[in-house]
């Protein structure tokens, strides 16, 4: 599985940005998709993550209300999955990273918020936000 996160810039505080997490290389089907970010310094944190169907959606505390992950399905959807970020904060400046999990091992949708269990990153966007 080939990912590629693109999107991140510079951008003003109350600023919005979309980043797009492009999935290559396997079927669409079956992944969970998850956003993380860095900074430099720091372990890598858990943004947002959506399952396979979309009937699970999780978001950091620190995005809620300001950050929307979502994914289409349909058979003529690009493999992508977004993630909307809105009145965007300096503290949101970091590497951003998307991620995908296997779904197909479990019997229901699962969006794990442990770093080490999702299976394959793509190479990060830095995201800077300015005050």
């Known amino acids: 599985v080939q990912l590629q996160a693109s999107g991140g810039g510079f951008v003003q505080a109350g600023d919005s940005l979309r980043l797009d997490c492009t999935i290559r290389?396997?079927?669409?089907?079956?992944?969970?998709v998850g956003w993380w970010r860095q900074t430099s310094g720091k372990e890598r944190e858990f943004v947002a993550g959506?399952?396979?169907?979309?009937?699970?959606?999780?978001?950091?505390d620190s995005v809620k209300g300001r950050f929307t992950i979502s994914r289409d399905n349909s058979k003529n959807a690009k493999n992508t999955v977004p993630l909307v970020m809105n009145s965007l904060k300096p503290e949101d400046t970091a590497t951003y990273y998307c991620?995908?999990?296997?779904?197909?091992?479990?019997?229901?949708?699962?969006?794990?918020?442990?770093?080490?269990?999702?299976?394959?990153w793509g190479q990060g966007t830095q995201v800077t936000v300015s005050s």
């Open positions: 959506i399952s396979w169907s979309g009937s699970l959606i999780y978001y950091a």
């Open positions: 290389g396997r079927t669409f089907s079956g992944f969970a």
């Open positions: 991620a995908v999990f296997d779904e197909s091992q479990y019997h229901s949708d699962y969006v794990p918020r442990d770093e080490s269990e999702w299976d394959d």
